[in-house]
């Protein structure tokens, strides 16, 4: 089993910066892609960034220049740098890894960590 602790999430007022973190422990053979996804009030969980075992990296539109996503693969973690915050960035946040066992792909979540911006 692998395990996911966010930290960081707050409330801030819209154009400053928040960063999340997201400790993962457990069974670790290669973490192959870790990411952000978000879910606001009403409505689906999306990805806001990902990056690869490699450190490809992948954006939202809505965040691109604004978020940088990172890890420090010697302490599995994986963490969101987010600037210039708007209002709509206001959502739960949760940190998602995803490796093989094997032939298999295992998915797992953290359990989300609250940010708001206020206007």
């Known amino acids: 089993q692998v395990q996911l602790v966010e930290s960081g999430g707050g409330l801030v007022q819209a154009g400053g910066s928040l960063r999340l973190s997201c400790a993962v422990s457990?069974?670790?053979?290669?973490?192959?892609?870790m990411g952000w996804y978000r879910q606001a009030s009403g409505k689906q969980r999306d990805l806001v960034a990902s990056?690869?075992?490699?450190?490809?990296?992948d954006y939202a539109e809505s965040v691109k220049g604004r978020f940088a996503i990172s890890r420090d693969s010697a302490k599995n973690t994986l963490y969101l740098q987010m600037n210039t915050l708007k209002p709509e960035d206001t959502a739960v946040y949760y940190c998602?890894?995803?490796?093989?066992?094997?032939?298999?792909?295992?998915?797992?979540w953290g359990q989300g960590t609250q940010v708001t911006v206020t206007s």
């Open positions: 998602n890894v995803r490796q093989y066992s094997g032939t298999i792909q295992y998915a797992y």
């Open positions: 457990g069974t670790i053979f290669r973490l192959d892609v």
């Open positions: 990056i690869t075992f490699d450190g490809s990296t």
